[in-house]
């Protein structure tokens, strides 16, 4: 799901607004089902009208945080924005992660 909005959003949008409008869409619908699954846990419940409004707000506001805006962040950070260089050797900060390379620019 997150590779689809992402490559979606990728695509249509200029570069730098992509991520901040991934982030806001992913909270945004992990909340409205965060929303929808305490309404349906609410449906269960024999309890007053204030414990349902928490236990409907509580799903919400917890989904849209964790698995919405944490876990795009993640992706986002598993991703790598930057441009990387044609030339590893160039600009060591920018090589694979790749133990022998660090090695190598460790010796040198």
């Not at 991934?22 to 909340?31: D, E, K, M, P």
């Not at 799903?59 to 876990?71: H, K, N, R, V």
């Not at 962040?73 to 920018?94: C, G, H, N, Q, W």
Request: hydrophobic residues 45%; aromatic residues 12%.
């Amino acid at each position: 799901m997150y590779k689809t909005l992402w490559n979606q959003l990728a695509q249509n949008k200029k570069k730098a607004p992509a991520p901040a409008v991934f982030l806001a869409l992913l909270t945004a619908g992990w909340s409205a089902a965060g929303i929808l699954s305490g309404l349906l846990v609410c449906l269960g419940l024999q309890t007053e009208l204030m414990v349902k409004l928490t236990v409907i707000l509580c799903t919400g506001g917890y989904a849209g945080l964790i698995p919405g805006f944490f876990g795009g962040i993640f992706y986002l950070y598993r991703m790598d924005l930057r441009k990387t260089s044609a030339d590893p050797v160039a600009d060591p900060e920018k090589s694979s992660s790749d133990p022998a390379s660090l090695i190598y620019f460790h010796n040198n």
